[in-house]
């Protein structure tokens, strides 16, 4: 085979495999309905987020008095300039869905990246040395896990006042616990395996075991539960934000809306039906495409 | 619980505001009546002494005093749990009843429409978000009503009573909005545990071993299947009891139930410490029991399992 590349250089058989395995997990998710639509949904959110000044022309928060409460333009009273109406202070409700979009995405990807950083390293760590680190993270997750944190990410935004980065990291902090349970159970499985034997050995440092041979190895597990966290966030976000401990009123989010929407349930409905849906729709999309992953990524464990 | 209670009292002492926030604008309060209040509270004293008071307090039961309602802490707390164990309690039982038989029906009947029903059910109640599902209940059967069968459907959609007197199909007709909203989330989870967990037991070889010795179907599922089936749903119910209690946050909030949580989301917005504190504790304390008694299950579900 080396022959017939002559001049490149052939590529190693990990990086072959690994190459392969990822293919062959793309193409097993393309084939699955549901995670195609859960794809697609992600994408129109996403598309959503970052390119929400040039799909609407308005701005999310200018109010127009002489227009407000305006139903959905396929009801009695709607029009055309306001597709899914207006809310109580005449706002375009579309315009502010997509712009709130941004907020979920934000929040949704940080989160993640906090959380998933702090978690792997942890669970990483705790799970090749073991020992009296080992312990003293376990012990730190028990009691994470035992202890009602949502409801302490909760206080500590009311206190410390709400904001984006404030949310950021009320919910980073309940979201690493999963990912050291997870990476660090998987972790300590791998580490009896006869590769990590051989790259201790060949005499590897720690350091270059977790990060070159471990860390690839927990990938995918990461993946799926990074994809369930990011509903998780949103979600979460919009509980704050529907309690009034979310990103500040200007900042247009879906659950902001909905707690501007829910004292006009009983005259102008619309007002809370499409910011929930949004964000029912968008963390289906996300919860779909984690369940694809893990069947595509994990070919084993479907049942 | 010391760990925690450290945690918490450090976080909520580092944060900006206080109980005396209020009293800041007020232009007839001045700078020496502040700092007459804040000697009088015990507020200037060095945050380590402030927590070792407040723990040797409660040590002795005593929580402290709620600055915002003016009562003590657990007379507050105690007035509201009855309220919010109601509430859980139904909550509780009837997300492990439904959860549990759901995933027994779609394990047993797996692929069938009843199986793809259940599995469509628990996925859109696993993301939808439980406040937004509660202002659509409030909606459809408080404002508007839903008519079927004939029938006009319509049910109270805040409080927990409209009687001063007690009426048990009163409080009940409160209950199930409240109930529905707070359980949806925990039935969608439980069921796709319960199925998972109980498709693995069908496969195993001593289910076919009592089928085989001609023990009736639904005796297999319920006497062999269901025991072993619910082990490890035991360690997700404990694991996700924390939820309950946050998830009765918002539902109270929404349902303006006197329980617990509204007092809770209540002290947030007034900086009420004290009251924040006695709550988060009684929680932890909570939450740590419940545990206690999920490994006492264990046991009885699973014999091999022994403490010594």
């Known amino acids: 085979m080396a022959t017939a590349f002559a001049g490149v250089a052939p590529p190693r058989d990990d990086e072959f495999a690994q190459a392969s395995v990822h293919v062959a997990a793309l193409r097993r998710l393309a084939r699955d309905p549901a995670a195609v639509i859960g794809a697609a949904i992600v994408a129109v959110v996403a598309v959503c987020a970052i390119f929400a000044p040039l799909i609407t022309r308005v701005d999310p928060n200018a109010q127009d008095l002489t227009a407000t409460l305006i139903p959905p333009m396929w009801i009695a009273g709607g029009n055309h300039a306001h597709v899914l109406g207006t809310d109580n202070l005449g706002r375009d409700l579309l315009t502010r869905i997509i712009w709130g979009s941004r907020v979920s995405a934000i929040v949704g990807l940080s989160v993640v990246a906090i959380g998933g950083t702090i978690g792997v390293t942890a669970g990483l760590v705790a799970g090749y040395r073991r020992g009296w680190v080992d312990a003293v993270i376990a012990r730190i997750t028990d ?34 616990v999963q990912y050291v349970r997870v990476v660090r159970a998987e972790t300590m499985s791998l580490r009896e395996r006869e590769f990590v034997a051989a790259a201790e050995a060949a005499g590897a440092t720690s350091r270059r075991i977790i990060a070159r041979h471990l860390l690839p190895n927990v990938g995918s597990a990461v993946i799926v539960l990074g994809t369930f966290e990011i509903a998780r966030a949103i979600v979460f976000e919009s509980s704050l934000s529907f309690l009034g401990l979310g990103v500040p009123p200007t900042t247009p989010s879906w659950g902001g809306m909905l707690a501007d929407g829910r004292q006009y349930l009983d005259t102008a409905w619309w007002t809370a039906l499409f910011p929930g849906l949004a964000i029912m729709v968008a963390v289906m999309g996300v919860n779909l495409l984690g369940d694809g992953l893990r069947d595509a990524l994990d070919p084993a464990a479907v049942n | 619980m010391l760990l925690v209670s450290v945690v918490l009292f450090s976080i909520l002492q580092a944060a900006p505001g206080g109980p005396l926030t209020p009293y800041l604008q007020n232009p007839h309060i001045t700078q020496a009546d502040i700092e007459r ?17 407040w723990l040797w307090q409660v040590v002795r039961g005593d ?8 009562e003590p802490v657990i007379q507050a707390i105690l007035d509201r749990m009855p309220a919010t164990l109601e509430l859980m309690g139904c909550a509780f039982s009837v997300s492990i009843v439904v959860g549990v038989v759901f995933g027994i029906v779609s394990a047993v009947r797996q692929y069938s429409w009843l199986d793809y029903l259940i599995t469509t059910f628990a996925f859109f109640g696993q993301s939808m978000p439980v406040f937004w599902f509660a202002l659509m209940l409030q909606l459809a059967f408080s404002v508007v009503g839903v008519t079927a069968f004939g029938y006009h459907f319509s049910l109270p959609s805040a409080g927990i009573s409209s009687l001063d007197t007690f009426d048990l199909g009163d409080r009940l007709q409160h209950l199930v909005l409240p109930v529905i909203v707070l359980s949806l989330a925990f039935i969608a989870q439980y069921s796709r545990f319960m199925r998972s967990s109980m498709l693995e037991v069908l496969r195993t070889d001593y289910m076919r071993t009592a089928a085989a010795k001609g023990v009736s179907h639904t005796a297999v599922i319920l006497k062999h299947g269901l025991k072993n089936a619910l082990i490890p749903l035991v360690t997700i119910i404990a694991l996700t009891l924390p939820g309950l209690f946050a998830g009765a946050i918002i539902t109270e909030t929404i349902f303006a139930w006197p329980g617990m949580g509204r007092l809770f989301y209540n002290a947030l917005g007034q900086f009420d410490f004290a009251v924040l504190m006695g709550y988060m504790m009684l929680v932890s304390f909570l939450v740590i029991f419940c545990n206690l008694l999920a490994d006492l299950c264990y046991a009885w579900l699973d014999p091999r399992v022994k403490y010594t």
């Not at chain 2, 929580?63 to 003016?70: L, Q, Y």
């Open chain 1, 143 to 176: 009691v994470q896990l035992a202890f009602p944190l949502v409801l302490l990410a909760v206080a500590i935004v009311a206190v410390v006042g709400p904001g984006l980065l404030t949310v950021i990291a009320a919910i980073g902090l309940t979201s690493w």
């Open chain 2, 37 to 53: 209040l804040r000697h009088n509270l015990g507020l200037d004293q060095p945050v380590y002494v402030q927590y070792f008071k």
């Open chain 2, 63 to 70: 929580f402290g005093w709620s600055t915002s309602n003016s």
